[in-house]
Antibody, heavy 122, light 106 residues
Framework: VQLQESGPGLVKPSETLSLTCTVSGGSTSDYYWSWIRQPPGKGLEWIGFIYYSGSTNYNSSLQSRVTISLDTSKNQFSLRLSSVTAADTAVYYC?????????????????WGQGTPVTVSS | SYELTQSPSVSVSPGHTATITCSGDKLGNKYACWYQQKPGQSPVLVIYQDSRRPSGIPERFSGSNSGNTATLAISGTQAMDEADYYCQAWDSSTWVFGGGTKLTVL
C-alpha cells in the first residue's frame, strides 16, 4: 500500500489550500486517514482524520478552517484548509492511522506519504 | 489539551546506547509510539504500543513506558541512526506529537 499527496505547491493568503491523498494497493477501509503537517525546521502537527465510516476529528487549533473528506470510489481522501496565512506554509503529509483497541487503545501511523510542500505567498 | 514534552537534542557516541524520553501526564496509562525522521524524508514508525517493533526495524530499537515517561532506547547506536525522533500518543480522540528530539551521533 502506498500513499501519494497531490495538489498546488503555492497558495495565496486568504485562499483555500486543497490537497488529495491517493491510496494505492489497498482500500480505505478500517483505518484513520489523516493529515499531518511540518512547518520548515519545526515538528509534526496533526491536522485531523477521517475514519473509513466517515466520522472526522480535527486539531482544535485548526478546527474552524479544516475539512477532511473521503472518496472511497476513488480510494482518495482530501484536505481543505481555508483562509490560509504564511503560518500554514509547511510540508503536508497524508498518513494511515491504525488502532489497536484494548484495555488501553493504541493509535499510530504505520504508513506515510512522501509529503508535499505548500507555500502560502502572494 | 494533552501535551508531550521531549528534550530538543541528545548526543551519543557510536556504539553506545542513546536514550530519548517523552513526558506527559500519566503517559504510562496510554500507549506511546515513536517515529524516526531523517532530513528530507517522511517519518518512519520505529516503535508502537510502547515497545513493539514494526517489521524491518532493527532490534537495537526498544521502547518502554511507565509513570509519566516513555523512553526510546537505541543500543549500539550507528551513524545511520542520526535523525529526529518524535513520540506520539492518543488522547481524547486526537493524535498528539511530542516536539521532537534531534539525535546526534558524534
Amino acid at each position: 500500500v502506498q500513499l501519494q499527496e497531490s495538489g498546488p505547491g503555492l497558495v495565496k493568503p486568504s485562499e483555500t489550500l486543497s490537497l488529495t491523498c491517493t491510496v494505492s494497493g489497498g482500500s480505505t477501509s478500517d483505518y484513520y486517514w489523516s493529515w499531518i503537517r511540518q512547518p520548515p525546521g519545526k515538528g509534526l502537527e496533526w491536522i485531523g482524520f477521517i475514519y473509513y465510516s466517515g466520522s472526522t476529528n480535527y486539531n482544535s487549533s485548526l478546527q474552524s478552517r479544516v475539512t477532511i473528506s473521503l472518496d472511497t470510489s476513488k480510494n482518495q481522501f482530501s484536505l481543505r484548509l481555508s483562509s490560509v496565512t504564511a503560518a500554514d506554509t509547511a510540508v503536508y503529509y497524508c498518513a494511515r492511522g491504525t488502532a489497536v483497541v484494548g484495555p488501553a487503545d493504541a493509535y499510530y501511523f504505520d504508513l506515510w506519504g512522501q509529503g508535499t510542500p505548500v507555500t502560502v505567498s502572494s | 489539551s494533552y501535551e508531550l514534552t521531549q528534550s530538543p537534542s541528545v548526543s551519543v557516541s557510536p556504539g553506545h546506547t542513546a536514550t530519548i524520553t517523552c513526558s506527559g501526564d500519566k503517559l504510562g496509562n496510554k500507549y506511546a509510539c515513536w517515529y524516526q525522521q531523517k532530513p528530507g524524508q517522511s517519518p518512519v514508525l520505529v516503535i508502537y504500543q510502547d515497545s513493539r517493533r514494526p517489521s524491518g526495524i532493527p532490534e537495537r530499537f526498544s521502547g518502554s513506558n511507565s509513570g509519566n515517561t516513555a523512553t526510546l532506547a537505541i543500543s549500539g547506536t550507528q551513524a545511520m541512526d542520526e535523525a529526529d525522533y518524535y513520540c506520539q500518543a492518543w488522547d481524547s480522540s486526537t493524535w498528539v506529537f511530542g516536539g521532537g528530539t534531534k539525535l546526534t551521533v558524534l
